[in-house]
């Protein structure tokens, strides 16, 4: 079982930067890939990024590659989704997931456990 809490959200400026996190709880956490997801309003939850369990491979979706960066950090158990050169059309809750099985996914089905989301609002 993995419990999973983002933070960092918030309201910034376009062309702004914005680190947000997700700690996860359980001591098994580095055999476990986590992705990135957002969900604007009336829209599907879409994939933005996904990190396999020892950080030593990333997918980004191309919407966002350039701009952001997922990494993280076993001994914190931690994921981080860097976001630099932020727009409108980026503002969404953004939510870290954790898929068990290990392997870099893109779609919600492919992950176990959610966290409760963080709202990132990029203003113009």
């Known amino acids: 079982q993995v419990q999973l809490v983002e933070s960092g959200g918030g309201l910034v400026q376009v062309g702004g930067s914005l680190r947000i996190s997700c700690a996860a709880s359980?001591?098994?956490?580095?055999?476990?890939?986590v992705g990135w997801f957002r969900q604007a309003p009336g829209k599907e939850r879409e994939f933005v990024a996904a990190?396999?369990?020892?950080?030593?491979?990333?997918w980004h979706v191309h919407f966002v590659e350039g701009r952001f960066v997922i990494s993280r950090d076993n001994a914190k158990s931690e994921v981080y989704l860097q976001m630099d050169n932020l727009n409108p059309e980026d503002t969404a809750v953004y939510y870290c997931?954790?898929?068990?099985?290990?392997?870099?996914?893109?779609?919600?089905?492919?992950?176990?456990?959610w966290g409760q989301g963080t709202q990132v609002t990029v203003s113009s």
């Open positions: 997931a954790a898929n068990p099985r290990g392997a870099l996914a893109g779609t919600p089905d492919r992950y176990t456990y």
């Open positions: 359980g001591n098994t956490f580095n055999q476990y890939s």
């Open positions: 990190i396999n369990g020892d950080g030593g491979a990333t």
